[in-house]
């Protein structure tokens, strides 16, 4: 089959691969029909994560046809269109019953290697690193889905990949950054990124009850979306003074909820301590750059609420001391996936929202190293790319 492959830092390539099999009685095998390109694809891609290796198969944004199931999944049938949840989860352990799925103890299975560093493992994770299990993914003609009676949903009749296929992914993330917030009816909640995820963070803060929602980018396509799609006011950072405009917006109380959308890719690549952080990487002295973490400690309102969807994979040189000191308080995490996709696949089929705006491209498996560039660069308007093998 045909798919696409990290051969190192800036090398996305679609190569011929063997095609997936069953290696255990939970597995089951997915024709892919789409796959999102997400932006801690990009974080691959720049060679920012670590225990990669040349040929892994990336993705994990896919959704697709069951063309095979293993003896002990019944709870899928060849034939059923499904989402799979970038997430692998056993569902019997510890965590997975508390429904911390992205903290599964049994299905990464370099556990070790994550334990090294992190103390304990977190979840095995589609299409990253071996750090994360090493597990093919699904940008990809075919996929293998472990512990498939745990993960994937089943797609109701009539609904088109493109409007279910975030479920995978972006749409729950942006969903539990928001839940996170435990936001109030009266809350004002900023979210630094205008990317996908802080679209749909933009979107779940709105349906959680935020009387106000403010964000903050600088691509002018992302700020639109963001304001005319999403209904958020808008900062430009590039225009503005973030802190100072808040502050104005707020009556110099802060935004009582702070989202960081943004993660390792960091939004303010042109400021000057940015360059710092860059400097650090290079000496090999911090390799995760936290300038927006750090603006919204600044930012955020005392004794507010700081969630990170936003991926980080190594140290990073925080403003600990003002977080600590104005009292904040923070929830970060991979998402708790299967917790989410049965209530926003109703969501979905109810209308109350159709996940599909944020799609700007969709391009055919091959034109994938092209569409990585053009969607780490912000060409042609690239907001959101989801491959069609």
Known sequence: MKAVCWHGRNDIRVDNVDDPKILDPRDAIIKITASGICGSDLHLMAGAAPAMEAGDIIGHEPMGEV???????????????????????????????????????????????????????????????????????????????PYANVGPIVVPDGIPD????????????????????????????????????????????????????????????????????????????????????????????????CIDAVGAENHAAGQLQSVLDDAKTAMHLG????????????CCRKAGKVSVPGVYFSSVNLQWGTAMNKGLQIRLGQTHMQRYLTPLMEKITGGEIDPSFVITHVEPLENAPDAYKKFRDKEDGCIKVVLKP
């Open 67 to 145: 063309v095979e199931v293993g003896s002990a999944v019944t709870n899928l049938k060849k034939g059923d269109r499904v989402v799979v949840p970038f997430t692998i989860s056993c569902g019997a352990c510890y965590f997975c019953q508390n429904s911390l799925y992205s903290l599964c103890d049994e299905s990464n299975r370099n556990a070790e290697q994550a334990q090294e560093i992190m103390g304990h493992s977190p979840a095995g994770l589609f299409g990253y690193t071996h750090m994360l299990g090493g597990y093919a993914g699904g940008q990809a003609e075919y996929l293998r889905v």
């Open 162 to 257: 493109e409007q279910v296929v975030f479920l995978s992914d972006i749409f729950p993330t942006g969903y539990m950054a928001a839940e996170n917030c435990d936001i109030q009816p009266t809350d004002t909640v900023a979210v630094w990124g205008c990317g996908p995820v802080g679209q749909f963070a933009i979107q779940s803060a709105w349906m959680l009850g935020a009387k106000r929602v403010i964000a903050i980018d600088c691509v002018p396509e992302r700020l639109e979306m963001a304001r005319s799609i999403s209904k958020a006011e808008v900062i430009d950072y590039e225009k503005v003074d973030v802190y100072e405009t808040l502050q104005e917006m707020t009556k110099g109380r802060g935004p009582d909820c």
């Open 287 to 298: 390799s995760d750059r936290p300038h927006v973490l750090n603006e919204i400690f600044k």
